[in-house]
């Protein structure tokens, strides 16, 4: 079992900046992947990012290229996703997850693991 628990989220204003973390605990392995998906009320969920465990690995969705940057802190487990030049339409309750596979996959049904999620929420 792989226990993720979320934190960061919070209200910010179009053009600010928030760092999510994603405390990693449990059964881990260096051959997981682990990713970042957001959900907007009545909307799918939507891949963000995705790494390695080993790190030499990520991939980001064309709506945040640029802006986030997704990286691991291996002594502290923890996943951090900086958010920058933040948007009304990243908006979402933002999920961490983690797959068994050691390819980061954008599909949302590949990872076994998930956290709770945080809330971000950027206003106009």
């Known amino acids: 079992q792989v226990q993720l628990v979320e934190s960061g989220g919070g209200l910010v204003q179009a053009g600010g900046s928030l760092r999510l973390s994603c405390a990693v605990s449990?059964?881990?392995?260096?051959?997981?992947?682990m990713a970042w998906f957001r959900q907007a009320p009545g909307k799918e969920r939507e891949f963000v990012s995705a790494i390695t465990w080993r790190g030499n690995n990520t991939i980001y969705a064309n709506s945040v290229k640029g802006r986030f940057t997704f990286s691991k802190d291996n002594a502290k487990n923890t996943l951090l996703l900086q958010m920058h030049s933040l948007k009304p339409e990243d908006t979402a309750v933002y999920y961490c997850?983690?797959?068994?596979?050691?390819?980061?996959?954008?599909?949302?049904?590949?990872?076994?693991?998930w956290g709770q999620g945080t809330q971000v929420t950027v206003s106009s």
């Open positions: 449990g059964r881990t392995f260096i051959n997981y992947s």
């Open positions: 997850a983690a797959s068994l596979s050691s390819i980061p996959y954008s599909d949302y049904a590949r990872y076994r693991y």
